[in-house]
Each structure stands twice: as structure tokens, then as C-alpha cells.
């Protein structure tokens, strides 16, 4: 079983910058494999920025040059780095990690006003 607490959410104007953190616990030995996800009201649930098993990293088109994701092995923990924020990315925003099975983590909200 593998744990992911999310933080870092929050309130901020257009232009703005956020960090969200999450810490994995359980059975994770590399932050592989972890990723960002967001979901809109309305919408679908939609990649936003993952570390693949191999260590490449994929972006949203939506957040490319925008959003960095990074991480801290020995804290098995990914950021999310969130600058030029825009009113269209609020949202709540999951943490993920895949590893035969699927793990998320309870969502924390980013809500960018204009």
C-alpha cells in the first residue's frame, strides 16, 4: 500500500505562483512513477505533469513552460511547481502513483482568480 498526502493548496490572483507538495509513504522506494493530476468542476480528471517509470518527466500541453515537476528521492516526495497561473487552472489537484496499482492522494484545491 502506498500513502500520498498532498499540500500547498490555495487561493491566488492570475499570474501568481503556487507549490504544491506531496509525500508518498508505504511500499514506494522512487518518486517514478508520481505525477500530478487536476479535475475542474465539470470536467475530467487530466494529466498535469508526471515522472514516468523511467524517469522522464511529461507535461499538459496546457502547463508546459508554466509548471515544473520535480522531486526528492530520499523524502519520496514530488513538487509541483505552478508559475503564470491562470484563472482556467483552478482546480483540485491529485497526486498519483502508478506501480501495478493505482494510489492517490485526497486532492487539494488551487483556485486562481482573475
Known amino acids: 500500500q502506498v500513502q500520498l498526502v498532498e499540500s500547498g493548496g490555495g487561493l491566488v490572483q492570475a499570474g501568481g505562483s503556487l507549490r504544491l507538495s506531496c509525500a508518498a509513504s508505504g511500499s514506494i522506494f522512487s518518486i517514478n512513477g508520481m505525477g500530478w493530476y487536476r479535475q475542474a468542476p465539470g470536467k475530467q480528471r487530466e494529466l498535469v505533469a508526471r515522472?514516468?517509470?523511467?524517469?522522464?518527466?511529461l507535461y499538459a500541453s496546457s502547463v508546459k513552460g508554466r509548471f515544473t515537476i520535480s522531486g526528492d528521492n530520499a523524502k519520496n516526495t514530488v513538487y509541483l511547481q505552478m508559475n503564470s497561473l491562470k484563472p482556467e487552472d483552478t482546480a483540485v489537484y491529485y497526486c498519483?502513483?502508478?506501480?501495478?496499482?493505482?494510489?492517490w492522494g485526497q486532492g487539494t484545491q488551487v483556485t486562481v482568480s482573475s
Open positions: 498519483n502513483y502508478q506501480n501495478l496499482a493505482d494510489y
Open positions: 515522472i514516468t517509470s523511467d524517469g522522464s518527466i
